[in-house]
């Protein structure tokens, strides 16, 4: 159990240093950072010429590869008209959300992505010398805000098959019942592409003391297969202290766009309400319901996206390579070798691959992208690994 106290000094430092180094060479570096850009990672960004972004295969952010369907397209379109105003249609956006998961309005809202949401949460429950608990590696930004509003995390560490441990977190909860601000659990994980079953999730609701919050991160609840997974927003029906945040950065296609939402009891949205900036535009709220009302486009990406991860995953290990079984549109695989070398590998094969996620350096994080990403990234994948070069004690093999 690791318990992180950044100050906001050092934590900014490490961005400034990060900064420092993309200005030397931002194009070769900067895919290899955290997806919450600073605003001087943006300004390197709008450096690269627009047909060097596009001629990169992007598999590193986990993003929906083929963008929104045309029934979103059409909508977004529509509501440009809307653009010079300040109050505007919202195509009702917070009721339809409502009534996708049967929940009220007041248990909804909306948010620019679901960072948003796990910063506002951070903010509302782990100020001020409260702790989030969670494990590592998962999706540190909600580690990283915790810290620069002078909270703290206590990290536990995967089980051996890289699975969260249910019972260790609710030990640590109770342990530190008095000081806990919430507990996060991202299901399925970023970055090992593992769920947590619907049975894990009661025990550790169960278990741990019942005005707990805990917040469960759906980013990638669309692709999962798993029959022994389920979403846990029956939970806020039941009243209990858990927010559920999704995202329409996914698989409908929105990352750009900023779109996402939280699903929680009433009084914990009115708590989390003043620290939300509400600036989300009237366009992307026009496509996110009719991303909602288009379930055939998302069964369509699901089914891409997972031929071609079974394709590549299928690939790897017929290389001999172990992959991580994930329930998402990404993977890990283990390279048996330092992985930071290798990203700026496929960087110069024009190939964006994932960052790194400590303490699991000989693995690399890939996104599914489409079918000719794919060919492309296979194809940079023989010419940079070989043969793979097996090295004894390096950790769980899957």
């Known amino acids: ?28 570096n900067l895919w290899a950072e955290n997806i919450r850009l600073t605003p001087r990672h943006r300004e390197l960004v709008s450096l690269m010429a627009l047909d060097e972004y596009d001629s990169l295969a992007k598999m590193s952010f986990n993003e929906n590869p083929w963008g929104p369907p045309e029934s ?78 002078r909270g703290s995390a206590i990290t536990l560490p995967l089980l051996p098959d890289y699975r969260q441990d249910i019972p260790s977190m609710i030990r640590a909860t109770k342990k530190h019942y008095r000081n806990v601000g919430f507990v996060y659990m991202c299901n399925p994980n970023n970055p090992t592409g593992r769920t947590v079953s619907k049975s894990e999730i009661k025990q550790l609701l169960d278990g741990i003391p019942e005005d707990t919050v805990v917040l469960i991160d759906e980013a990638y609840h669309h692709f999962v297969e798993d029959p022994d997974y389920a979403t846990s927003v029956p939970y806020v ?62 069964a369509t990406v699901k089914r891409m996206t997972l031929e071609l991860r079974k394709k590549m995953t299928g690939e790897l290990t017929g290389m001999g390579y172990a992959v991580i079984p994930s329930e998402t549109n990404f993977f890990m695989v283990n390279l048996k070798r330092p992985m930071r070398p290798v990203i700026d590998e496929f960087r110069k094969q024009g190939v964006l691959v994932g960052r790194p996620f400590p303490p699991m350096n000989e693995h690399l994080r890939v996104s599914v992208g489409t079918a000719e990403e794919t060919d492309r990234f296979l194809k940079a994948f023989k010419d940079i690994m070989g043969k793979p070069v097996t090295q004894a004690g390096k950790g769980p093999g899957i």
């Open 1 to 28: 159990m690791t318990e992180h106290r950044v100050s906001r000094r050092g934590f900014m430092g490490g961005l400034a240093t990060a900064a420092g180094a993309l200005a030397i060479a931002p194009t070769a």
């Open 72 to 149: 979103v397209l059409k909508a977004m379109a529509g509501a440009m008209k809307y653009a010079n105003r300040y109050g505007y249609p919202d195509a009702n956006i917070v009721e339809e959300i409502a009534k996708h998961h049967g929940v009220k309005p007041e248990n909804v809202m909306i948010a620019a992505g679901s960072g948003e949401i796990l910063d506002v949460v951070g903010s509302t429950f782990a100020s001020d010398g409260k702790q989030v608990i969670g494990v590592e590696p998962t999706y540190a930004s909600v580690y990283q805000h915790v810290t620069s509003v």
């Open 237 to 298: 029906l039941e009243g209990r202290p858990v927010i559920i945040a999704r995202t329409f950065s996914k698989i409908a296609g929105l990352a750009g766009m900023r779109l996402g939402y939280a699903i929680a009891p009433k009084e914990i949205i009115q708590q989390m309400q003043p620290y939300s900036t509400g600036t989300i535009n009237a366009i992307v709220k026009h496509g996110g319901v009719a991303s909602l009302k288009d379930t055939d486009s998302q």
